[in-house]
């Protein structure tokens, strides 16, 4: 990280995640990329991020996941405001945001299916109660998960004279 006045410790960086609640997953594509905006839930255990997603069953997306390695990037972003300056130069963005890679996962059983949708309608909501999903329904949604190898965070937060 170039500017390491801004990284943020471990403790905080689980703060943002809890806090956002959509995130970009990046997922290579032959010689491209394909860039997802997606909502989430998460588990954090272990010293260990998961995040959770759902979505229909076929698409680009999928398809990129079922034929390449699974390795995938994220972005997570949040607090964003306007600074404004005096000249162009002056301006800029308050944000804490969130960067990371890992692997997907396809959640193949119904229980698997059933814990990752709960955990991103938890996250969603802000309630901790447990959903029950009738077995159409699982049948009829893809849920996966990103095992996070490694994230970092970075903020930067207008101080009065900046």
Do not use: W
């Amino acid at each position: 990280m170039r500017r390491s006045d801004r990284g943020i410790p471990m403790e905080d960086r689980i703060k943002i995640v809890e806090k956002c609640k959509h995130c970009r997953i990046g997922l290579p594509d032959d010689d491209n990329s394909h860039i997802v905006l997606l909502n989430y839930g998460y588990s954090y255990e272990d010293d260990k991020l998961t995040l959770y997603f759902h979505s229909a069953k076929e698409g680009r997306k999928v398809d990129i996941i079922r034929n390449n390695n699974n390795r995938a990037c994220l972005e997570i972003d949040c607090d964003t405001r306007l600074i404004e300056g005096k000249s162009v130069c002056d301006y800029g963005y308050e944000f804490r945001s969130i960067i990371g890679f890992g692997y997907i996962i396809l959640l193949e059983t119904d229980k698997e299916k059933s814990d990752g949708l709960n955990k991103i309608i938890q996250h969603q909501t802000g309630k901790n109660g447990e959903y029950t999903l009738e077995e159409k329904e699982l049948q009829n949604v893809l849920v996966f998960k990103m095992d996070v190898e490694e994230f970092t965070s970075k903020e930067r937060v207008l101080v009065k004279n900046e």
